[in-house]
């Protein structure tokens, strides 16, 4: 079915308005703009649920929707495809994924399991089982940490998937559900709120919000352009997609079936030289 432009934009916004709602109001933490640097090309098709740079300018993604779902290598500038791999379990809902020590953990929705592959290669390496719901997934260099939509975030060992952590995450006191995909930056984790134009800036120490990252504008474009190549936005077509690109000290942000992959510059984030997008020291 086909429908009006201007009726799915408004179906979009009032989508994530109503879930908005549920996010508290910022009051003492402070609301960021981010600052477009670069525009590169996304694939239209591609539902992101997971997203990170791994240097000399690739990132892998990871998709979702059942019969669609993989994990990918793309090129930033030109938006290309260079390899890629379907969820192995082919009736999954495939979600976020997280690159660690040279190994792409990817999870799924419901099913319980995360497949890991080769970063290089894509080749599929094993497999874990968890409880309960996988969204998003990151990694502060050592161990893994995961999202389920609740208001608690998980860090789990790489080699087990045990988890050995947990922390509820609040924002002026109050638990912050619907965390979805997740980025490790320079000490804090910053998660996408599903259905909302904000992301979360996460003290992993506390669980409190420090900041908010408002990308609304990023929306508007993303939408605007999808409009106008005849092909609108629906209303689950969010921002959902983080990645760090430590050496230009930038963020790369896009959304589901968005056109555009953005890079930002976000306040706070700084470059870090002779580091790559795996958290690697180059020599």
Known sequence: MRVHPA???????????????????????????PTVVARYPHDRAA???????????????????????GV??????????????PTPLATAFGEGVAVLAGVAYHLTWQDGVAFTFDAATLKETGQYRYTGEGW???????????SSGSATLVWRDPKTFRVTRSLAVTADGQPLRNLNELE???????????????????????????????????????????????RPL???DVPN??????????????????GTMFEVKVPGVKVESGVTGQGRVRR
């Open 47 to 69: 539902f992101t649920q997971g997203l990170q740079y791994v240097g000399d300018g690739v990132y892998v993604e990871s998709t979702g929707q059942v019969g669609e779902s």
């Open 241 to 258: 997609g983080i990645a760090y690109v430590p050496e230009r000290g930038t963020l790369l942000i896009t959304g589901k079936r968005w």
């Open 136 to 146: 998003g997934l990151t990694t502060n260099g050592k161990q893994l940490i995961m």
């Open 184 to 230: 490790y930056v320079q000490g804090s984790v910053y998660a996408n709120i599903w259905l909302s134009d904000r992301i979360a800036r996460i003290d992993p120490q506390t669980g409190k919000v420090t900041a908010w990252i408002d990308v609304s504008d990023l929306t508007r474009q993303a939408s605007m352009q999808a409009i106008q190549s005849g």
């Open 7 to 33: 009726s799915a934009l408004t179906a979009l916004l009032a989508a994530s308005a109503a879930v908005a709602q549920t996010v508290p109001p910022p009051a003492s933490v402070p609301v960021l703009t």
């Open 234 to 236: 629906t209303f689950d």
């Open 72 to 85: 990918r290598r793309v090129t930033l500038r030109t938006g290309r495809v260079t390899g890629s791999v």
